[in-house]
Protein backbone atom coordinates (compact mmCIF):
# COMPACT_ATOMS: atom_id res chain seq x y z
CA UNK A 1 0.00 0.00 0.00
CA UNK A 2 1.98 3.15 -1.11
CA UNK A 3 -0.81 5.50 -0.69
CA UNK A 4 -2.54 7.66 -3.21
CA UNK A 5 -0.15 9.21 -5.52
CA UNK A 6 -0.47 12.98 -7.33
CA UNK A 7 1.08 14.86 -9.81
CA UNK A 8 2.76 17.50 -10.00
CA UNK A 9 3.04 18.57 -6.59
CA UNK A 10 3.22 22.18 -7.97
CA UNK A 11 2.08 23.51 -10.94
CA UNK A 12 2.13 27.49 -12.29
CA UNK A 13 1.16 28.14 -15.43
CA UNK A 14 -0.40 31.69 -17.25
CA UNK A 15 -3.80 32.14 -17.80
CA UNK A 16 -5.36 31.18 -20.77
CA UNK A 17 -3.42 27.70 -20.69
CA UNK A 18 -4.66 24.22 -20.42
CA UNK A 19 -3.32 21.93 -17.66
CA UNK A 20 -3.90 18.67 -16.90
CA UNK A 21 -3.57 16.94 -13.23
CA UNK A 22 -2.84 12.80 -12.44
CA UNK A 23 -3.95 10.56 -9.45
CA UNK A 24 -2.79 7.16 -9.10
CA UNK A 25 -5.03 5.68 -6.38
CA UNK A 26 -4.20 3.12 -3.72
CA UNK A 27 -4.32 -0.28 -5.79
CA UNK A 28 -7.66 -1.96 -5.77
CA UNK A 29 -9.36 1.01 -4.46
CA UNK A 30 -12.64 1.47 -6.66
CA UNK A 31 -13.92 4.94 -5.84
CA UNK A 32 -11.74 7.88 -6.72
CA UNK A 33 -12.92 11.44 -5.82
CA UNK A 34 -11.28 14.89 -6.55
CA UNK A 35 -11.85 17.62 -4.75
CA UNK A 36 -10.59 21.76 -4.66
CA UNK A 37 -9.74 23.47 -1.76
CA UNK A 38 -8.77 27.03 -1.28
CA UNK A 39 -7.14 28.93 1.43
CA UNK A 40 -9.45 28.50 4.80
CA UNK A 41 -12.01 26.19 3.80
CA UNK A 42 -12.32 22.70 3.59
CA UNK A 43 -11.80 20.37 0.50
CA UNK A 44 -15.56 20.81 -1.90
CA UNK A 45 -16.07 17.89 -4.06
CA UNK A 46 -15.24 17.93 -7.48
CA UNK A 47 -16.15 14.56 -9.05
CA UNK A 48 -16.87 10.42 -8.26
CA UNK A 49 -15.61 7.49 -10.03
CA UNK A 50 -16.30 4.03 -8.97
CA UNK A 51 -14.15 2.06 -11.74
CA UNK A 52 -14.22 3.87 -14.97
CA UNK A 53 -17.43 5.32 -14.53
CA UNK A 54 -18.25 9.10 -13.87
CA UNK A 55 -20.90 9.25 -11.25
CA UNK A 56 -21.35 12.76 -10.52
CA UNK A 57 -19.92 16.24 -11.30
CA UNK A 58 -20.51 19.02 -8.79
CA UNK A 59 -21.73 21.93 -10.23
CA UNK A 60 -18.23 23.57 -9.38
CA UNK A 61 -16.81 21.82 -12.49
CA UNK A 62 -17.71 24.36 -15.34
CA UNK A 63 -17.32 22.84 -18.96
CA UNK A 64 -13.33 23.71 -18.44
CA UNK A 65 -13.04 21.06 -16.37
CA UNK A 66 -12.95 17.05 -17.29
CA UNK A 67 -12.18 13.94 -15.61
CA UNK A 68 -11.18 10.65 -16.64
CA UNK A 69 -10.63 7.28 -14.81
CA UNK A 70 -9.33 4.48 -18.20
CA UNK A 71 -10.00 0.84 -16.85
CA UNK A 72 -10.72 2.65 -13.38
CA UNK A 73 -7.42 3.14 -12.44
CA UNK A 74 -5.43 6.19 -12.62
CA UNK A 75 -7.45 9.58 -12.90
CA UNK A 76 -6.77 12.95 -14.63
CA UNK A 77 -8.28 16.21 -14.30
CA UNK A 78 -7.78 18.57 -17.04
CA UNK A 79 -8.45 22.55 -16.86
CA UNK A 80 -8.78 23.84 -19.96
CA UNK A 81 -8.28 27.88 -20.08
CA UNK A 82 -7.03 28.42 -17.17
CA UNK A 83 -8.75 31.59 -14.96
CA UNK A 84 -6.87 32.66 -12.15
CA UNK A 85 -10.12 31.37 -10.02
CA UNK A 86 -8.81 28.01 -10.64
CA UNK A 87 -5.73 28.62 -8.44
CA UNK A 88 -6.38 26.39 -5.85
CA UNK A 89 -4.94 22.73 -4.19
CA UNK A 90 -6.35 19.89 -5.71
CA UNK A 91 -7.00 17.23 -3.85
CA UNK A 92 -7.43 13.21 -4.87
CA UNK A 93 -8.38 10.37 -2.52
CA UNK A 94 -9.61 7.00 -3.25
CA UNK A 95 -11.50 4.30 -1.23
CA UNK A 96 -13.05 0.96 -0.70
CA UNK A 97 -15.90 2.30 1.25
CA UNK A 98 -16.82 6.11 1.86
CA UNK A 99 -16.26 5.29 5.24
CA UNK A 100 -12.62 5.71 4.96
CA UNK A 101 -11.11 8.03 2.09
CA UNK A 102 -7.72 8.76 1.65
CA UNK A 103 -6.51 11.34 0.78
CA UNK A 104 -2.86 12.15 -1.66
CA UNK A 105 -0.62 15.12 -1.44
CA UNK A 106 -2.79 17.46 -3.26
CA UNK A 107 -1.46 19.44 -6.74
CA UNK A 108 -1.22 23.11 -5.56
CA UNK A 109 -1.81 25.17 -8.72
CA UNK A 110 -0.86 28.96 -9.33
CA UNK A 111 -2.43 30.91 -12.07
CA UNK A 112 -0.98 33.72 -13.03
CA UNK B 1 -22.84 27.57 2.61
CA UNK B 2 -21.44 24.36 4.53
CA UNK B 3 -22.90 21.42 5.31
CA UNK B 4 -21.28 20.63 8.38
CA UNK B 5 -20.25 23.53 10.37
CA UNK B 6 -17.12 23.79 12.97
CA UNK B 7 -16.29 25.95 15.79
CA UNK B 8 -14.26 27.38 16.96
CA UNK B 9 -12.39 28.55 13.39
CA UNK B 10 -9.37 29.07 15.24
CA UNK B 11 -7.88 27.92 18.70
CA UNK B 12 -4.27 28.42 20.38
CA UNK B 13 -3.66 27.03 23.43
CA UNK B 14 -0.36 26.60 25.62
CA UNK B 15 1.49 22.94 25.39
CA UNK B 16 0.13 20.79 28.31
CA UNK B 17 -3.64 21.98 27.59
CA UNK B 18 -7.01 20.52 26.46
CA UNK B 19 -9.07 21.36 23.94
CA UNK B 20 -12.41 20.58 22.16
CA UNK B 21 -13.23 21.17 18.71
CA UNK B 22 -16.97 20.97 17.54
CA UNK B 23 -18.62 19.81 14.26
CA UNK B 24 -22.00 20.52 13.82
CA UNK B 25 -24.55 19.57 10.95
CA UNK B 26 -28.74 19.85 10.76
CA UNK B 27 -28.48 16.67 8.39
CA UNK B 28 -27.89 13.49 9.36
CA UNK B 29 -24.85 11.05 8.18
CA UNK B 30 -24.12 7.92 7.81
CA UNK B 31 -20.53 8.16 9.28
CA UNK B 32 -18.58 11.50 10.16
CA UNK B 33 -14.21 11.27 9.63
CA UNK B 34 -11.97 13.89 11.55
CA UNK B 35 -8.96 14.31 9.91
CA UNK B 36 -5.51 16.72 10.17
CA UNK B 37 -4.04 18.43 7.43
CA UNK B 38 -0.81 20.61 7.65
CA UNK B 39 0.17 23.47 5.39
CA UNK B 40 0.62 22.35 1.68
CA UNK B 41 -0.07 18.47 2.41
CA UNK B 42 -3.60 16.74 2.00
CA UNK B 43 -5.63 15.72 4.72
CA UNK B 44 -4.87 12.71 6.73
CA UNK B 45 -7.71 10.47 8.15
CA UNK B 46 -7.52 10.23 11.86
CA UNK B 47 -10.55 8.40 13.06
CA UNK B 48 -14.31 7.29 11.68
CA UNK B 49 -17.18 6.89 13.58
CA UNK B 50 -20.09 5.42 12.43
CA UNK B 51 -22.78 4.81 15.36
CA UNK B 52 -24.95 7.42 17.16
CA UNK B 53 -23.33 7.88 20.64
CA UNK B 54 -20.25 5.98 19.47
CA UNK B 55 -16.43 7.44 20.87
CA UNK B 56 -13.36 6.44 20.00
CA UNK B 57 -9.89 6.91 21.29
CA UNK B 58 -6.37 7.44 19.73
CA UNK B 59 -4.11 7.94 22.58
CA UNK B 60 -4.73 11.69 23.51
CA UNK B 61 -7.31 12.30 21.31
CA UNK B 62 -11.11 11.32 21.50
CA UNK B 63 -13.85 11.36 19.29
CA UNK B 64 -17.74 10.96 19.81
CA UNK B 65 -20.47 11.12 17.23
CA UNK B 66 -23.96 12.36 18.70
CA UNK B 67 -26.75 10.57 19.01
CA UNK B 68 -28.59 11.27 15.91
CA UNK B 69 -25.33 11.47 13.96
CA UNK B 70 -25.63 14.84 12.71
CA UNK B 71 -22.38 16.27 15.15
CA UNK B 72 -19.21 15.08 16.54
CA UNK B 73 -16.60 16.86 18.84
CA UNK B 74 -12.94 16.08 19.07
CA UNK B 75 -11.08 16.76 22.27
CA UNK B 76 -7.20 16.26 22.81
CA UNK B 77 -5.86 16.08 25.77
CA UNK B 78 -2.55 17.09 27.11
CA UNK B 79 -1.96 19.18 23.21
CA UNK B 80 1.65 18.81 22.83
CA UNK B 81 3.11 21.15 19.73
CA UNK B 82 2.71 17.91 16.70
CA UNK B 83 -0.93 18.44 17.53
CA UNK B 84 -0.75 21.77 15.48
CA UNK B 85 -2.41 21.47 12.37
CA UNK B 86 -6.08 22.10 10.61
CA UNK B 87 -8.76 19.52 11.96
CA UNK B 88 -11.10 18.99 9.39
CA UNK B 89 -14.78 17.06 10.18
CA UNK B 90 -16.35 15.17 6.97
CA UNK B 91 -19.84 13.56 6.97
CA UNK B 92 -20.23 10.66 4.42
CA UNK B 93 -23.99 10.35 2.67
CA UNK B 94 -24.48 8.03 0.17
CA UNK B 95 -21.09 7.96 -1.71
CA UNK B 96 -19.58 11.39 -0.93
CA UNK B 97 -18.26 13.23 1.79
CA UNK B 98 -18.79 16.93 2.51
CA UNK B 99 -16.44 18.72 4.78
CA UNK B 100 -16.19 21.54 7.20
CA UNK B 101 -14.43 24.70 6.85
CA UNK B 102 -11.72 23.02 9.39
CA UNK B 103 -10.53 24.87 13.05
CA UNK B 104 -7.04 25.63 12.71
CA UNK B 105 -5.19 24.58 16.10
CA UNK B 106 -1.88 25.85 17.10
CA UNK B 107 -0.13 24.36 20.00
CA UNK B 108 2.65 26.89 21.67
CA UNK B 109 5.47 25.28 23.34
Known amino acids: DTGVSQNPRHKITKRGQNVTFRCDPISEHNRLYWYRQTLGQGPEFLTYFQNEAQLEKSRLLSDRFSAERPKGSFSTLEIQRTEQGDSAMYLC??????????FGQGTRLTVV | TQLLEQSPQFLSIQEGENLTVYCNSS?????LQWYRQEPGEGPVLLVT?????EVKKLKRLTFQFGDARKDSSLHITAAQPGDTGLYLC?????????FGAGTTVTVRA
Open chain 1, 93 to 102: ASSRTVTEAF
Open chain 2, 27 to 31: SVFSS
Open chain 2, 90 to 98: AGARDYKLS
Open chain 2, 49 to 53: VVTGG
